[in-house]
């Protein structure tokens, strides 16, 4: 299971340092994607299998299919980390999330996102009270 948060800066040739943990439960080849949310998504080998089949399995006649296998497959990259457990983030997914320096790695069960961290920062003080009242709805 991925889980906590890790602050780290993108160096200057796009490069991103894995922590240990998250390297560690992701294994030598994982996967980025666009997220959703303007973040990206980071899946392990086995996780990454898993949703390509059920995208893939999706009906090509409707349109909203053709869509999310767009969205997710046309910027997605292999990634693997370099001795010193840096990985490159394409210009591409940086783009899309807004990264520019400051990054936020979260561990979210089974996926790791990557945040521009300012984002990250919006996204957890916006959803806080709304995320607390769906507790209760959830009987949590």
Not at 11 to 35: C, H, Q, T
Not at 89 to 110: S, Y
Request: proline share 3%; aromatic share 10%; net charge neutral.
């Amino acid at each position: 299971m991925l889980m906590g948060e890790y602050q780290h800066t993108l160096d200057e040739k796009g490069r991103l340092f894995m922590p240990a943990k998250l390297r560690e439960a992701l294994g030598k080849v994982f996967y980025i994607s666009k997220g959703l949310d303007g973040c990206l998504f980071v899946y392990d080998e086995e996780q990454w299998q898993l949703f390509e089949a059920k995208l893939n399995a999706l009906p090509m006649s409707k349109k909203e299919a053709r869509d999310l296998r767009r969205y997710f497959f046309a910027g997605a990259t292999e990634g693997t980390c370099d001795k010193q457990g840096r990985v490159m983030v394409p210009p591409l997914l940086r783009l899309h999330a807004g990264i520019a320096k400051d990054v936020v790695i979260v561990g979210v069960g089974n996926r790791a996102e990557i945040w521009a961290a300012e984002r990250w920062h919006t996204y957890t003080q916006e959803s806080a009270e709304v995320l607390a009242e769906k507790l209760t709805d959830l009987g949590i």
